[in-house]
């Protein structure tokens, strides 16, 4: 308990902000699902046939997964809080429609003979008591609706829209359960606190409840105001999920804005690569930092064969295909080498006299394998293993932060790795050597846009300052720094900067 306290005094003004957004992401969303679905819903209940079709094909999204949701907008809409809202969205407007179908088609058919009989028009009738009978219901589905996008708003720290969910992926990559509960019950009680203000509202009059609607809607737009009026001489800089891509994409902001009179904003923590390179071709991002054999085994659509694992030729195939394929712009890569590799807990080598990776034919047939989704669907990953390797482990598919909760409390007893990741130092890990050469090179470099070179000429000389720069052991020593001794990822980067002489102590 006091770990939590402590955490959250220490980033109190970032819970703000995630509050914040949550907040706006929410809001928008749900009062943009009521906009849609009560008016459908009013005009569809006597269609029987329509109304049917109408619940049906809403239902339906529901049972879309969130995360496939926001993978499929991405190419669409980019990423940021745009394709959150549409995500969320989809799954407010069932509950919603229900509700208003149900509460309409509930009303006494009696009041509606009457009401013929006395002479009043359709929208007479909703004014006078069919909206008024009906509302309780309704409210109920907004409730839910209400619910239901607060909880799942937390994905959307997925996509670059922040939010509440950017604790709870900040604790899992760092292994820090203060930042996950930080996250989990901030959600849990403002989900509990609208669900009690819409029940308040519940059986209000209707025009009360669209007076509430509309000064939700005005704070909702006049919060999304600066971002509208947001200037152009802007680089966005985003980096995938862990401390690793996080300290490279300050390292990139504080190069940039040291030499160039640029504004850059960064977004950390995404965790694809697939996210990172759809928001990159679509215009959301101006740069990441991406690694040569991801390039050449994740980006290209041709069925690229490497020769050999040299890393200047992996290099130079992964620079001249990805400009080729997007006319993305790929930099000279740093020094570090970043590839994957497998680890076992050390107890568990000695047990079972593991050194590389063909001695795990040994325990093909009892050994449990926690792979990420990527590495498990990659030829440079599982698939490589069984064609190289001649290994069909029992494999286990997690996110690549709980991978090391899970080996190191023995409910896998083989991962993949990054050669740098701290964790195998705190985890007491040992990384089997790769015999057969599976994995390619793995060297981080910024990738752009060819259009962002043209309209940034500099860009390329100013980022190019980190090329043949950082070697695996300081690249694993910052990583330590941030994920173990809680250092902040730009703090790390300028210290490293600022000791290479590459920007100015103070600016």
Same mark, same amino acid.
């Given at each position: 308990?006091?770990?939590?306290?402590?955490?959250?005094?220490?980033?109190?003004?970032?819970?703000?902000?995630?509050?914040?957004?949550?907040?706006?992401?929410?809001?928008?969303?749900?009062?943009?699902?009521?906009?849609?679905?009560?008016?459908?819903?009013?005009?569809?209940?006597?269609?029987?046939?329509?109304?049917?079709?109408?619940?049906?094909?809403? @239902?339906?999204?529901?049972?879309?997964?969130?995360?496939?949701?926001?993978?499929?907008?991405?190419?669409?809409?980019?990423?940021?809080?745009?394709?959150?809202?549409?995500?969320?969205?989809? /799954?407010?407007?069932?509950?919603?429609?229900?509700?208003?179908?149900?509460?309409?088609?509930?009303?006494?058919?009696?009041?509606?003979?009457?009401?013929?009989?006395?002479?009043?028009?359709?929208?007479?009738?909703?004014?006078?008591?069919?909206?008024?009978?009906?509302?309780?219901?309704?409210?109920?589905?907004?409730?839910?609706?209400?619910?239901?996008?607060?909880?799942?708003?937390?994905?959307?720290?997925?996509? @670059?829209?922040?939010?509440?969910?950017?604790?709870?992926?900040?604790?899992?990559?760092?292994?820090?359960?203060?930042?996950?509960?930080?996250?989990?019950?901030?959600?849990?009680?403002?989900?509990?606190?609208?669900?009690?203000?819409?029940?308040?509202?519940?059986?209000?009059?209707?025009?009360?409840?669209?007076?509430?609607?509309?000064?939700?809607?005005?704070?909702?737009?006049?919060?999304?105001?600066?971002?509208?009026?947001?200037?152009?001489?802007?680089?966005?800089?985003?980096?995938?999920?862990?401390?690793?891509?996080?300290?490279?994409?300050?390292?990139?902001?504080?190069?940039?804005?040291?030499?160039?009179?640029?504004?850059?904003?960064?977004?950390?923590?995404?965790?694809?690569?697939?996210?990172?390179?759809?928001?990159?071709?679509?215009?959301?991002?101006?740069?990441?930092?991406?690694?040569?054999?991801?390039?050449?085994?994740?980006?290209?659509?041709?069925?690229?064969?490497?020769?050999?694992?040299?890393?200047?030729?992996?290099?130079?195939?992964?620079?001249?295909?990805?400009?080729?394929?997007?006319?993305?712009?790929?930099?000279?890569?740093?020094?570090?080498?970043?590839?994957?590799?497998?680890?076992?807990?050390?107890?568990?080598?000695?047990?079972?006299?593991?050194?590389?990776?063909?001695?795990?034919?040994?325990?093909?047939?009892?050994?449990?394998?926690?792979?990420?989704?990527?590495?498990?669907?990659?030829?440079?990953?599982?698939?490589?293993?069984?064609?190289? /390797?001649?290994?069909?482990?029992?494999?286990?598919?997690?996110?690549?932060?709980?991978? /090391?909760?899970?080996?190191?409390?023995?409910?896998?007893?083989?991962?993949?790795?990054?050669?740098?990741?701290?964790?195998?130092?705190?985890?007491?890990?040992?990384?089997?050597?790769?015999?057969?050469?599976?994995?390619?090179?793995?060297?981080?470099?910024?990738?752009?846009?060819?259009?962002?070179?043209?309209?940034?000429?500099?860009?390329?000389?100013?980022?190019?300052?980190?090329?043949?720069?950082?070697?695996?052991?300081?690249?694993?020593?910052?990583?330590?720094?941030?994920?173990?001794?809680?250092?902040?990822?730009?703090?790390?980067?300028?210290?490293?900067?600022?000791?290479?002489?590459?920007?100015?102590?103070?600016?």
């Amino acid at each position: 308990m006091n770990d939590l306290i402590r955490t959250f005094t220490e980033r109190k003004s970032e819970w703000f902000i995630a509050l914040f957004e949550h907040l706006q992401i929410s809001m928008l969303s749900l009062v943009i699902a009521v906009i849609i679905a009560v008016p459908l819903a009013i005009f569809f209940t006597n269609k029987k046939r329509v109304n049917e079709f109408i619940l049906q094909i809403t @239902g339906i999204f529901q049972t879309i997964p969130s995360l496939a949701l926001l993978g499929l907008f991405i190419p669409l809409v980019g990423i940021g809080k745009l394709p959150a809202v549409i995500a969320l969205i989809v /799954y407010a407007i069932f509950p919603i429609y229900q509700g208003t179908s149900t509460g309409f088609s509930e009303i006494d058919p009696s009041l509606e003979e009457a009401g013929t009989a006395f002479g009043m028009t359709e929208w007479e009738k909703l004014k006078k008591y069919k909206l008024s009978l009906a509302m309780p219901v309704i409210m109920s589905g907004v409730r839910t609706s209400a619910i239901m996008i607060i909880g799942t708003a937390t994905l959307a720290a997925l996509v @670059g829209a922040g939010g509440l969910g950017s604790f709870i992926l900040l604790g899992i990559d760092r292994n820090n359960s203060s930042l996950i509960l930080i996250g989990a019950i901030s959600s849990a009680l403002l989900a509990i606190i609208f669900g009690i203000l819409i029940r308040i509202l519940q059986n209000k009059k209707p025009r009360i409840i669209f007076i509430s609607i509309l000064i939700v809607i005005s704070l909702t737009m006049a919060s999304l105001i600066p971002f509208a009026r947001m200037g152009q001489n802007k680089i966005v800089i985003a980096g995938k999920l862990g401390a690793e891509p996080e300290i490279i994409i300050n390292m990139y902001k504080e190069l940039i804005e040291d030499e160039m009179d640029i504004d850059v904003e960064i977004k950390p923590n995404f965790g694809k690569t697939s996210f990172l390179y759809e928001a990159l071709k679509s215009r959301s991002i101006d740069i990441y930092p991406e690694y040569t054999g991801t390039v050449i085994s994740s980006l290209l659509k041709e069925n690229t064969k490497l020769n050999s694992n040299d890393e200047k030729e992996v290099y130079r195939i992964a620079r001249d295909k990805i400009f080729e394929q997007d006319k993305l712009v790929y930099l000279k890569p740093s020094k570090f080498q970043n590839t994957y590799a497998l680890a076992v807990r050390k107890d568990y080598a000695i047990d079972n006299n593991l050194e590389k990776i063909t001695d795990l034919k040994k325990v093909e047939n009892k050994a449990i394998a926690g792979f990420t989704l990527e590495f498990n669907d990659r030829e440079d990953g599982n698939l490589g293993l069984k064609k190289d /390797y001649d290994l069909n482990l029992d494999v286990k598919t997690m996110e690549p932060a709980l991978r /090391y909760r899970a080996i190191s409390n023995g409910s896998i007893d083989l991962t993949d790795v990054y050669s740098t990741d701290s964790q195998i130092i705190t985890n007491d890990l040992k990384v089997l050597i790769d015999d057969r050469n599976l994995f390619p090179p793995y060297q981080v470099a910024p990738i752009m846009r060819e259009d962002t070179l043209i309209k940034y000429p500099r860009l390329k000389e100013v980022l190019s300052k980190l090329s043949g720069r950082i070697s695996s052991e300081e690249m694993a020593k910052m990583n330590y720094e941030v994920d173990v001794n809680g250092k902040s990822a730009n703090e790390v980067a300028r210290e490293y900067l600022i000791k290479q002489k590459l920007i100015k102590k103070f600016r």
